[in-house]
Each structure stands twice: as structure tokens, then as C-alpha cells.
């Protein structure tokens, strides 16, 4: 899995039919810094997350089988809703504090 951070969202109307219902973040991944990469990837959401929130992305043959994905053409999907990252005891990123 990796960290990314929600950048957006991704809408499209006409799509595979195993993709339909399915909602579309787009995600920037994060370095063990929390610095941003430069590279960006779409995911398939099942999670409910958030513009600016960071999240665990499972990519590959693992993101499809995620819930009902199994039978999706999904490469990444998002597992979970980030609230803590700690290293070395020092905390790098909280979610209750993003958002005072």
C-alpha cells in the first residue's frame, strides 16, 4: 500500500459497465516526508474519502479484490481513510489537526 493525498475528483459519464457506481478520486502520493511527489493516479473509491485527506492506496491485482472490485478493471483503489501518521515519534500528519 501507499499514502496519497485526495486532489480531486475524477467524473465520467461513459465508462466500462463494471466501473458504474464506482467513484473516482484523483491522488498524489506522498514521500515518508509528507512532501508531495509529483506523480498523480485515479483510484476508485468505496470509502467515502475527502478532498485534502490522506488515504491508504492498495494498487495492482490486490485493489481488485477490494469488496466487489474483483471482476472491475481497477488498478488502485482506496482501502482507507488515514487518521495518524507517526515516524520516530514524531507525528507527521493528523487529520483532526488539518483541519482546525
Do not use: H
Amino acid at each position: 500500500m501507499q499514502i496519497a493525498k485526495v486532489r480531486g475528483t475524477v467524473v465520467s459519464t461513459i465508462k466500462e459497465p463494471g466501473l458504474r457506481g464506482v467513484k473516482f478520486l484523483l491522488l498524489q502520493f506522498l514521500d515518508e516526508n509528507g512532501n508531495l511527489l509529483p506523480s498523480y493516479e485515479v483510484a476508485g473509491d468505496n470509502v467515502g474519502a475527502g478532498r485534502d485527506e490522506w488515504v491508504l492506496v492498495s494498487r495492482g491485482s490486490a485493489a481488485r479484490q477490494v469488496g466487489e472490485s474483483n471482476q472491475r478493471p481497477i488498478d488502485a483503489m482506496v482501502v482507507g481513510i488515514i487518521d495518524t501518521v507517526s515516524v520516530d515519534n514524531y507525528i507527521l500528519y493528523s487529520k483532526k489537526d488539518q483541519y482546525r
